[in-house]
């Protein structure tokens, strides 16, 4: 008798925008259960009717602020209570932008960069681990770092930082958790084009005193395939490391960056 298909339970923190949005509806056409978190409630709500009608079979909703580890502990347990045991996460939350030193008229964003891209998938991914489904089958913590993990951008020191951090944090859980068959992968997208891509390109053209237009231009030349990713093309290589073509993938960093960077 032929093994039933398991319907996973995935778990997406920034999941009303962008990547997370994109990864959200990408299991939503696998029929998975989705648990979706983020700080803007109406915002997941609309993913979650979009994923619905996508075919997920169910869908909870959570606000959740990840530089708050009691918060997120108690939106896994909620999770896990409503929609079962956990085979999928992706720590996805995060901001961008720069961080300037500390002077008069200014605020350096450090912590509040690293708390939410570094420690805020940190203490995602651990709450997970504590929810996860039983083996034999493999399990699967993600985190979306970035292509500037790679290497480094003038006033961008925070981002740079918790970015490249997430890489450390992979290959550190990736081996603790591989006894137990879950592997722990992270995502170094380079531009997206998603609103915060759009928020960025506008404010360093606005720095640089040329049109939206001309920077976006100036910075798909620095990419060989001269485009920026989808999100969806995020989703679809977060589908690929969950599938069992990847089973060999793990403490890795996986590059999508139109070639931007080449390791």
């Keep these: 008798m032929a093994k039933a298909k398991t319907v996973r339970h995935v778990v997406i923190t920034g999941a009303g925008t962008g990547i997370g949005r994109a990864i959200a509806l990408r299991f939503a056409r696998e029929g998975a259960k989705l648990t979706l978190l983020a700080r803007d409630v109406k915002r997941l709500e609309e993913t979650a009717a979009a994923a619905k009608k996508l075919g997920a079979s169910a869908t909870f909703v959570d606000a959740c602020d990840v530089r708050k580890p009691k918060a997120i502990d108690a939106c896994f347990d909620a999770a896990s209570a409503k929609l079962g045991p956990i085979h999928v996460c992706v720590a996805n939350a995060g901001v961008g932008g720069e961080n300037q030193p500390a002077k008069p008229g200014h605020k350096d964003r450090f912590d509040e960069v690293v708390d939410t891209n570094l420690r805020g998938a940190y203490f995602t991914l651990r709450a997970a681990e504590r929810h996860l489904a039983p083996g034999p089958d493999a399990r699967h913590l993600i985190a979306t770092a970035s292509v500037l993990a790679r290497f480094g951008v003038p006033g961008y020191t925070a981002y740079c930082a ?3 951090g997430i890489l450390g944090l992979v290959r550190a ?19 997206v084009n998603t609103a915060m891509a759009q928020e960025g390109i506008e404010g360093i053209a606005t720095k640089l005193g040329v049109s939206k237009e001309r920077f976006h231009e100036m910075a798909m030349s620095q990419v060989p395939l001269r485009r920026m990713s989808e ?12 599938s069992p073509d990847a089973r060999g993938v793990t403490g890795q ?7 931007a960077w080449m390791g």
């Design 173 to 191: 859980l990736a081996v603790e958790l591989a006894p137990q068959n879950v592997q722990v992968n992270a995502l170094c997208p380079g531009w």
């Design 231 to 242: 999100p969806e093309d995020v989703a679809g290589l977060v589908a690929w490391l969950c």
């Design 162 to 164: 918790s970015k490249a």
């Design 253 to 259: 960093g996986l590059d999508m960056n139109g070639g």
